[in-house]
Structures are given as C-alpha cells and as structure tokens.
C-alpha cells in the first residue's frame, strides 16, 4: 500500500518550495568565447572568431536571452574582455539578447595558466613551463580585481554576463571553491560554454552549472 504525501499532508517542515524560498542572489554566468582561428602567428590581440565560433555565438545567446528572461531581478550589463575573440562572442550574444551595450574590461583577458615545478624541478604540464614567482603575482592579482568587481552579495536578485577565456573562468571557479589554482589543470571547458556562479549576501559563493553545453549539437562542440 503506498502513502499519498501530496498537499496538505504534508508537515510543515516538508512543505512544498517555492521560488521566494530562495535567498536573492547575484548570478553570474560566465561565457567562454567561441571558436576562433589561429591565423599565422598575429597572436591573440588580433584573432577573431572562425565562422563556426560565430555559430557558437548565436546559439549561445540565445540560451542567455532564456536565461536572463527566466532569473528574477535585473539584468546589471554585459562585460567581456577585449581580445577580438571575446568581445565577438559577447557583441554577438548581446544582440541576441537585445542589449545594445557591451562593457569592455581590461582584466577580463585571457591569463597565464599557472603550472607548478614537480618533485625533480621540472614542469607538472607536458606542454607548459614551470611559471614564475611574477607570473603568479599577476594571475593572482587579475583574479582578485575580478573577484573585487563582481562577486559581491546583495539584498536584491540580479544577473551579470562576463565573455571571457577559458583560464579566468577556471581561476574564478577554483577561487569560489577555495581550491588551488593549479586545479585549472584537472577542468576542461568548451568554446561558447556557460558556467553559472551565484554570489549571496554576506558574499558566500555556488556553483550552480559549469561547462554547460546542452544549447549546442554535439558537431559544434569544440575546446
């Protein structure tokens, strides 16, 4: 024989929940650019997003304009880095969305991936050099001026979107985790891929989704 619990049998304490339920939070998703040519040897102040990232672009904002249509609260702006990559991304995204204005910050770029020396003194990454004492400094101080802007707790619910690169949205992740940074190495993340963070008041952080990819067919998934 099986119990009905639904409605008013419920206790008190197992009462239904509800969307006022939830703390006011303030969401940040953060956006990973979409794929991008490496032409010749410009460098990443110059490359811009292949024509396939455009299509990641696209689809990616139209995942947000869902998202920021179903999140209570305002919607307090767009930000993104100012490698060409990202900003495309974003400007693609934001029109998408309906939003005219891009805010572009300098410490949103892409920074160093932090590789420390292994027990024989040698790099821990197959392909990346032990970093420097001033290499570390300057991740540490990016991550931090990010963390200083954004991910302050508030009495009202509100949503930032920050177009980035993969390092910082590893960092940032690691960061709200209390891991170290070095984690970054043990965390894929896709192109045009959405992680949502949520900062509640007092400043305490969540993880809600990371490397979310579901708006995207499995043939315009890359990394």
């Known amino acids: 024989m099986s119990a009905d619990v639904a409605g008013p049998s419920l206790r008190p304490d197992l009462r239904r929940w509800e969307p006022e339920d939830e703390l006011p939070a303030r969401r940040l998703l953060l956006i990973r650019h979409g794929h991008y040519d490496r032409v010749d040897d410009l460098g990443d102040e110059v490359w811009g997003l292949s024509a396939l990232g455009?299509?990641?672009?696209?689809?990616?904002?139209?995942?947000?304009?869902?998202?920021?249509?179903?999140?209570?609260?305002?919607?307090?702006?767009?930000?993104?880095?100012?490698?060409p990559r990202a900003m495309q991304t974003a400007e693609i995204g934001a029109h998408q969305i309906g939003v005219?204005?891009?805010?572009?910050?300098?410490?949103?770029?892409?920074?160093?991936?932090?590789?420390p020396a292994g027990p024989n003194g040698g790099s821990?990454?197959?392909?990346?050099?032990?970093?420097?004492?001033?290499?570390?400094?300057?991740?540490?101080?990016?991550?931090?001026?990010?963390?200083?802007?954004?991910?302050?707790?508030?009495?009202?619910?509100?949503?930032?979107?920050?177009?980035?690169?993969?390092?910082?949205?590893?960092?940032?992740?690691?960061?709200?985790?209390?891991?170290?940074?070095?984690?970054?190495?043990?965390?894929?993340?896709?192109?045009?891929?959405?992680?949502?963070?949520?900062?509640?008041?007092?400043?305490?952080t969540a993880l809600i989704s990371y490397n979310e990819t579901g708006h995207l067919p499995p043939e315009m998934i890359t990394a």
């Open 54 to 83: 455009r299509r990641q672009a696209a689809r990616t904002g139209r995942r947000l304009a869902r998202l920021v249509d179903h999140f209570p609260g305002k919607l307090e702006g767009i930000y993104a880095s100012p490698w």
């Open 100 to 115: 005219d204005r891009v805010r572009v910050k300098k410490y949103l770029h892409e920074t160093i991936p932090l590789v």
């Open 124 to 204: 821990t990454h197959p392909g990346l050099p032990v970093t420097t004492a001033a290499d570390r400094h300057e991740v540490t101080s990016q991550i931090g001026r990010i963390v200083g802007r954004f991910f302050k707790g508030g009495n009202k619910p509100c949503t930032y979107l920050l177009f980035t690169h993969g390092n910082v949205i590893r960092y940032l992740l690691t960061e709200s985790m209390g891991l170290p940074y070095e984690t970054w190495m043990r965390i894929a993340i896709y192109h045009a891929s959405i992680t949502e963070l949520r900062v509640f008041p007092g400043n305490g």
